[in-house]
C-alpha cells in the first residue's frame, strides 16, 4: 500500500514520479489543480469516487484560462484517476491531486508556445480544518479578484493569496482566514467556500464575488434544496453580517461541511456548531458514501480486486 501516480502517460509509485526543476509551472505558477475525495465504504468494500467528473470538467476550464491543452478528455481523467486509486491498495479515504501544467523545461512568463502535463496523484488526507468548530479571522489579504487571476479555476499561482491569508491567521492563533474581495464583500476561506445562515435563510457569495465555483458548494445547495426544501441564496454578504449571522460554515472537498464558532474574537450564534450546518453535514457525509441513488450521477464506484 503505497500512493501512486499517473505522470507522464504511465502508472507508477508517487516516490518514482519525478521532474525537472525547469518545468515553467514551477517557476510561474502556470498550472492548475484539483482536489478530488475517494470515499472507502467499508461495509460494500468499494471506493466511491464523488463527482470526479465536475471536478475534471472545473478543471478543463481553468485549462482554457491558462492555454493548456491536454491530450485528455475528463472519461480519461476520470478513467486513469479510477486506476491510480486502485494501484495503493489503499481501504480507507483517499485524496486525489490532479494538476495539469506547463512542462517546458524554459525560462520566460507566458503561456503560449509550451508544451503542456499532466499527471493525478492517489494518497490519503485528513479532514482538511479537523472535524471540531473553526476559529477563524478576516484577513487584511484581499481576495483576487478575476480581473487579476481568475479565482473560477484552482491556478496555483493564485494561491500564494491563500497562502499568505493562511499564514498570518495561523501565527496569530486562528485555524482559518476568511478573505473580503476587492470590494469588501465576504468571498470565501484559504481553501473552501462559505455560507452564512441569518433568520432562517441560507446564503453564500455569488459567483462574481472572487469564489471559486466549488463542486462542495454546489452538492450542499442541491441537498438543500432538494432534501430540506431551503433555497440557498446567492447575494454579496458584507462583514458585519457574519458577525451578526446564526450560523457561518465552510464547505469544501478536503474539508466537508465545517462550522464556523467564532470570528474576529466574536463568537458566532451561540458558539457552537449551528443546527442547518450539522444538518447539511450529516447529508453531505452521507451522499458521498455512494448510498443514495437519487445522487448517481455523483458516484464512480471502485471495488479493489
Ligand atoms: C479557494 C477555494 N475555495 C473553495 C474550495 C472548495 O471547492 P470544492 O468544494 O470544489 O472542493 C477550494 C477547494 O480546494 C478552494 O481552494
Not at 43 to 55: M, T
Not at 264 to 285: N, Q, S, V
Amino acid at each position: 500500500m503505497e500512493p501512486y501516480a499517473f505522470f507522464e502517460d504511465k502508472f507508477m509509485p508517487l516516490k518514482d514520479a519525478k521532474m525537472g526543476i525547469l518545468t515553467q509551472a514551477l517557476h510561474y505558477g502556470t498550472a492548475c489543480f484539483g482536489g478530488i475525495r475517494g470515499f472507502w465504504d467499508e461495509e460494500k468494500q468499494h471506493f466511491c469516487l464523488f463527482r470526479v467528473k465536475d471536478h475534471y470538467r472545473r478543471q478543463l476550464d481553468a485549462c482554457k484560462i491558462l492555454n493548456i491543452n491536454l491530450p485528455y478528455d475528463v472519461d480519461k481523467m476520470a478513467e486513469v484517476t479510477v486506476e491510480t486509486v486502485r494501484l495503493t491498495g489503499f481501504k480507507e479515504n483517499v485524496y486525489c491531486r490532479p494538476l495539469a501544467y506547463k512542462s517546458s523545461e524554459a525560462i520566460g512568463v507566458k503561456l503560449h508556445d509550451l508544451d503542456d502535463g499532466f499527471f493525478v496523484i492517489a494518497t490519503t488526507l485528513p479532514a482538511y480544518l479537523g472535524t471540531g468548530g473553526i476559529r477563524c479571522c478576516t484577513s487584511s489579504w484581499r481576495r483576487v479578484s478575476d480581473s487579476q487571476i481568475s479565482p473560477r479555476g484552482k491556478i496555483t499561482g493564485l494561491y500564494v493569496n491563500s497562502a499568505l491569508a493562511k499564514t498570518d491567521a495561523n501565527r496569530a492563533g486562528f485555524d482559518e482566514a476568511i478573505m473580503m474581495n476587492e470590494r469588501g464583500h465576504v468571498a470565501e476561506g484559504t481553501g473552501e467556500n462559505l455560507f452564512v445562515v441569518i433568520k432562517g435563510q441560507l446564503i453564500t457569495p455569488p459567483p462574481y464575488d472572487s469564489i471559486l465555483l466549488g463542486i462542495t458548494r454546489d452538492t450542499v445547495m442541491q441537498l438543500a434544496r432538494n432534501e430540506l426544501g431551503i433555497e440557498t441564496v446567492e447575494r454579496s454578504i458584507d462583514r458585519s453580517e457574519l458577525y451578526v449571522a446564526d450560523e457561518v460554515f465552510f464547505t469544501g472537498t478536503a474539508t466537508n461541511v465545517a462550522p464556523v464558532v467564532e470570528l474576529d474574537h466574536r463568537p458566532i450564534g451561540d458558539g457552537e456548531t449551528g443546527p442547518l450546518a450539522a444538518k447539511l453535514r450529516e447529508l453531505y457525509t452521507q451522499v458521498t458514501l455512494g448510498r443514495n441513488p437519487k445522487y448517481s450521477e455523483w458516484y464512480t464506484f471502485l471495488k479493489p480486486e
